[in-house]
């Protein structure tokens, strides 16, 4: 199984950019896991070359690539696990699915739901919004690095803040607590997205 490092990508299958010319970007500069995460217009067949790709550069590298909420298309490809969101699949049911040594994701912003999603066999937690975001619209509010800190203190599992983050704000949610940060649009909406890695690893 592979670690789980402080800097994921999350991609952004948006139109306008290259998504595998950002994860080989984010990838050179050091990011250690690249998340899927296809919207929804995005076809099954079309989710699933773009995953087995990642996979590819992954791979290569040593790094980890899991899937967002398609299961299926994680399995199917052969990545590392898939991480599952509050209307995707219940966390009990993700496990059942990717079996026991996968890498399963899930999402919780308050302990209560956190610990819950430990206890039906999530291996690590997307904790978020950190701050506000314009990469997803209908998010809840920002729980800030004090709201990351209460998850992270509420489970053994690492947790991966997302939601707004920026190189300047990692090294603030990675003092509240959080074991790595997830981003997304501070990468993939760069003008020079290695430039912008670069300064998360940094």
């Known amino acids: 199984m ?9 991609t952004d299958t948006r139109p306008g950019r290259d998504t595998l010319d950002v994860v080989a970007a984010a990838l050179r500069a050091g990011f250690d896991v ?18 087995v790709r990642v996979l590819a550069m992954c791979r290569e590298l040593g790094r980890t690539c ?15 696990g898939g991480h599952v969101g509050a209307d995707d699949l219940p966390v009990a049911a993700a496990r059942r699915i990717l079996g026991p040594a996968a890498i399963l994701g ?22 978020g919004p950190a ?19 209460a998850v992270a203190e509420a489970v053994d599992v690492p947790v991966v ?8 704000r ?19 909406g760069a003008a020079d997205p290695y430039a912008a890695a670069a300064e998360f690893a940094a």
């Open 131 to 149: 701050f506000a975001t314009t990469t997803k619209s209908g998010l809840p509010a920002a729980i800030g690095p004090a709201g990351v800190r």
């Open 106 to 127: 899930a999402t919780a912003r308050d302990p209560q739901t956190a610990r819950r999603a430990v206890a039906d066999g999530a291996s690590y937690l997307g904790v």
């Open 66 to 80: 899991l899937v967002n909420d398609r299961l299926h298309i994680a399995l199917a490809a052969g990545a590392d």
């Open 161 to 168: 803040a997302i939601g707004g983050v920026t190189a300047a």
């Open 2 to 10: 592979h670690s789980l490092g402080r800097l994921h990508l999350v």
């Open 170 to 188: 990692a090294a603030e949610l990675f003092a509240a607590g959080a074991h790595a940060v997830a981003v997304v649009g501070a990468v993939s």
């Open 34 to 51: 690249v998340q899927v995460r296809p919207e929804d217009a995005v076809t099954d067949r079309e989710a699933y070359e773009l995953t």
